[in-house]
Every structure is written in structure tokens, then in C-alpha cells.
């Protein structure tokens, strides 16, 4: 082949590859801007009002010039925050409800930890419960409110909710979403909505106990009747714990059972925000792909083989979990973050160790493809997340917390990052490395259940992070090598963990 022909084929690569580049960044800014529009569409004519009730920090939905509606009260589950219910407040303030949603103890913006113990009602719960009433009563004494009340909830908040009702005599209707609660019996509460996700089966189980106490062989999808106790139980297709809450048979459901309460009438659509933040955000992703190409190229070594990955990711997943075992981490006022940094730095350090003794180093580099990458997983996919989405902006005692996780977040990504080659190993490769690390945190759980159980509930924000930021980190590290994305994406993981995860303290 000639000289001509050798530049005339890098020519047509070029321009294959810049043609690319800009139809992804056409699709994906199309997509974003359709998606903003949009989300604001269904907010646009809705009054949004922030308060701070004692520390808990809330927001007032209503129609502008409202006065004495039905007030609603929108609880979250573990480890949401008020925008988790963004859906459930507008739907409601649109159908002239005042809708008032706020962050619970730890969660989202509020400082104040979650605290007591967790195993007994009179612990935790009982301190949600008292901050949920001090929520009511500041609520019911704005002036948009006064035409009764009602509360919404979903996952752990139907129980706080519930308990919360147990304590007052003017709660008029409760919706709940994905709910279970022992305080519920056969004649409290006396007019309940069950919504369960149709792949939550234990869930459907409890809402049909429920049923059963009021009316033996009440189905989903029916209400039960006895005396004054009406119950509804309701599946949303096609959903799980969190899809529920974006499923329009959730908020139809809520809506309706709201107002047969209070004698109203509600039409149009609900607020059904969920597929449009699915594509706002992989718009977002699927910018970052043509503006990381821009970052400076980098000759990177070829991916460690199996016979050094094997050890390379199976040394750690058995290591770090046995080593860490008869260690008991407080450090952190975060639920489990304090041992999650612990093993993920103890993780990383191992795998580190291995690959290095097999041969594999950190390439060098410049640090700043990292830094574009944090500051576009934090300030662009995460403002945006926390806008309409869940919460991803700290207060300021949270800021302790994320410098902390980072010092085992990065060496943990710097690990991942030389056992993948920044993303040029090979999808199998990927994937066992991943897939050891979840295999790692299940042998934890095993190890210590009654310490580590809420570990489980966390693994699904490790999962999405891999599949969202490891996407974004996989660009990076193909064009400048692992320690760019290594380091940026265990900036991007401590920030993650930090704000997210509820505060506890014991």
C-alpha cells in the first residue's frame, strides 16, 4: 500500500469518526433539550414554596393564589430525598391539592442524622414519626392549606406515615406506595391505598394481608369494604420499588383515591416524569462520548490476561471481606459508608498489589482528563439528577463525609481501572472484574447480616454507578488512559456515596 493510500485511509477515518461524533452530539443535545422541555412543561403554572420546618427542610407545591385546599403530605423511602416524589407533588398541586413534600431525618438536605435504635418502633421510627408531625402541623397552618389532610408515602415512610395517623384523629386518607407496616389492622387505618410495583412480590403479599383483614378474598385491583374501613389494593405494571413511583397507574391511583376522600374531580395526565429523566440523563451520557474525545490520546498498555486477572480481582473479592470481618467501623455518621470506604480502599490496594506483582502498572499521566471527568459526572449529570431526580447536592456537613469515602472510593476506581485497562479490556473481562466486586460485598452481608444488612439496600446505587459513570469513565480511560479515569471516577463515587446515603447517628 502506498504512502497515498495510507494518508488517504486516515482521511476517511477521520472523517467517519468526526461525522460520528457529531450526530451522537446532535441526537443527544435533541434529547436533552426535549427532555427539559418537557419537565418543565409539567411544573409550568405550579408555585413551589421552601420552608424549613424546625431543621427538615421542605417544599410547598400548590396552584398561585390557592387558599384552603386538602393538604398532602409526601413522605420518601430509605435513602430518597423530596425530589424521589417530584411526580406525586405536581400531579397533586395541578389537581389543586397543596402538596407538601419534605426530606426526612438524614436524608437529602436535612442536617440532622437519623438517630435511636433501629430495631425497636420506639427508636428510629418513633423520631420520624414526631418529625412527620411536626411537618403536619407547620403545614396545616399555611394558608394554602385547611381543607383537610392526607399523606402520602412510600416504602419505609408508609410505616412512619401510618404510625403517625395512629397519633391524630384528622388525618382523612393515606396512599401507600410500595408500603409494609405492622401498625396496620383490621380497623386501622380506616381508609388506606395500597400501590405495589408488579416485581415487588412481598410487597403484594403484605398489601393483600392487608385486604384480607377488612374483606377475606379482596383481590388487587379491588376495594374492600367493612363499615367504615375502605381499603384499595392496586398493581402498577411493569415496575419495581423505585419504577413505582413514576408509573402512571401509581399516580392515577393516588389521585383518584384522593379524591373520592374529599369529594373532588380531577382529569388530564399525571405528571409522569420518569421516562423523560431517563432521557435527560442518557442525553447527558451520550454528550460526554464526543466532548471526551476531545481529551489528549494516550498509549496505554494492553489489558492484563486472565492468568493475572483471575488473581487480579479474586484475591480482593475473598481478601478484603475476611480482613475487614472482625473490624467494627464508626467513623462516619453515614449508614455503612464508614465500612463501604474501608472495603473499597482495602479492594482497590489489594488489586493494586496483585496486578503490580503480576507485571501491570498505573501508566502516568495529566491529572486533568480526571478532573473533566469528575466535573461532568458531578456538575453535569449530577446537577441535573438533583434537579429532577434525587438529591445530589451536599449541605455542609456532608462535605467531611465525601473526603473521607474518597480516600478508599479512589483507590478502589484506580484498581478497577488498571484491572480493566480504563475500559480496553475486553466486555468478559469487564464484566468478571465488576461482577467480583459485588460477589466481595455479598460475602461481606454473609459474614456479618445484622451489621451489614443495609449494605443491600445500597448495592443497586454501586450497580447503576458502574453502569452510568462507568460508561462516562470508559471514554475516559480508552483515550487517556486508567489512571484518568481511575482517579476521576472515584472522585465521582465518593461524591455519590457521600451525598446519597442516608446519616445516621447511633
Do not use: C, K
Not at 35 to 44: H, I, K, S, T, Y
Not at 112 to 121: E, H, I, L, Y
Not at 370 to 380: D, R
Amino acid at each position: 500500500m502506498s504512502a497515498g493510500q495510507i494518508a488517504a485511509g486516515r482521511v476517511r477515518r477521520a472523517f467517519r469518526g468526526g461525522l460520528a461524533r457529531a450526530v451522537v452530539a446532535a441526537v443527544s443535545g435533541a434529547a436533552i433539550l426535549l427532555a427539559l422541555a418537557m419537565l418543565w412543561r409539567e411544573g409550568a403554572g405550579i408555585a413551589r414554596s421552601h420552608l424549613t420546618i424546625g431543621q427538615t427542610p421542605a417544599t410547598l407545591y400548590h396552584e398561585p393564589g390557592i387558599e384552603g385546599a386538602p393538604l398532602v403530605v409526601i413522605a420518601h423511602g430509605f435513602a430518597g430525598s423530596r425530589q424521589f416524589m417530584q411526580s406525586f407533588a405536581l400531579t397533586l398541586a395541578d389537581a389543586g391539592y397543596a402538596a407538601l413534600s419534605y426530606d426526612l431525618l438524614g436524608h437529602g438536605r436535612n442536617p440532622v442524622p437519623m438517630s435511636g435504635d433501629v430495631s425497636v418502633v420506639e427508636g428510629t421510627t418513633q423520631l420520624l414519626v414526631d418529625e412527620a408531625t411536626r411537618v403536619i402541623e407547620r403545614g396545616l397552618e399555611l394558608p394554602q392549606a385547611g381543607g383537610g389532610l392526607a399523606l402520602v408515602g412510600h416504602s419505609m415512610a408508609t410505616d412512619v406515615l401510618v404510625r403517625t395517623a395512629a397519633e391524630r384523629d384528622d388525618v382523612d386518607a393515606i396512599a401507600a406506595v410500595s408500603m409494609y407496616s405492622e401498625a396496620v389492622t383490621a380497623e386501622f387505618p380506616d381508609r388506606l391505598l395500597m400501590v405495589t410495583g408488579q416485581w415487588e412480590p412481598h410487597l403484594r403479599e403484605a398489601a393483600l394481608d392487608a385486604m384480607a383483614e377488612v374483606e377475606p378474598g379482596a383481590g388487587e385491583g379491588e376495594t374492600a369494604r367493612s363499615g367504615d374501613v375502605v381499603r384499595r389494593a392496586v398493581v402498577a405494571p411493569h415496575v419495581e420499588h423505585v419504577g413505582v413511583l413514576y408509573s402512571e397507574t401509581t399516580l392515577r391511583e393516588v389521585r383518584a383515591w384522593l379524591d373520592a376522600t374529599f369529594g373532588r374531580e380531577s382529569s388530564g395526565p399525571v405528571a409522569q416524569r420518569g421516562p423523560w429523566v431517563a432521557l435527560l440523563m442518557a442525553g447527558i451520557v451520550g454528550l460526554s462520548w464526543p466532548l471526551f474525545v476531545l481529551l489528549p490520546r494516550r498509549v496505554t498498555a494492553e489489558p492484563p490476561g486472565w492468568r493475572a486477572l483471575g488473581p487480579g480481582f479474586g484475591v480482593p473479592a475473598v481478601a478484603a471481606p475476611l480482613m475487614l470481618w472482625p473490624v467494627d467501623p464508626a467513623f462516619l455518621p453515614v449508614l455503612v459508608a464508614d465500612y463501604l470506604a474501608l472495603h473499597l480502599g482495602l479492594y482497590g490496594l489489594l488489586q493494586i498489589a496483585v496486578l503490580w506483582w503480576a507485571g501491570y502498572r498505573l501508566p502516568s499521566g495529566p491529572v486533568w482528563p480526571a478532573a473533566a471527568l469528575a466535573a461532568y459526572g458531578i456538575g453535569v449529570f449530577g446537577l441535573a439528577l438533583d434537579t429532577f431526580g434525587a438529591s445530589f447536592v451536599p449541605h455542609a456537613g456532608r462535605w467531611a463525609i465525601v473526603g473521607a469515602v474518597a480516600l478508599g472510593a479512589v483507590p478502589f476506581m484506580l484498581g478497577d481501572a488498571l484491572a480493566t485497562a480504563g475500559g480496553r479490556a475486553p466486555l468478559l473481562r469487564r464484566l468478571a472484574v465488576r461482577t467480583a466486586v459485588f460477589v466481595s460485598f455479598g460475602l461481606a452481608v454473609a459474614l456479618d447480616f445484622e451489621g451489614l444488612f443495609f449494605l443491600v439496600l445500597i448495592l443497586p446505587v454501586i450497580l447503576l454507578f458502574f453502569l452510568v459513570f462507568g460508561t462516562m469513565g470508559g471514554w475516559v480511560g480508552r483515550r487517556s488512559g486508567p489512571l484518568a479515569s481511575g482517579l476521576g471516577l472515584g472522585l465521582v463515587l465518593a461524591w455519590a456515596i457521600g451525598v446519597s446515603f442516608p446519616l445516621f447517628s447511633a
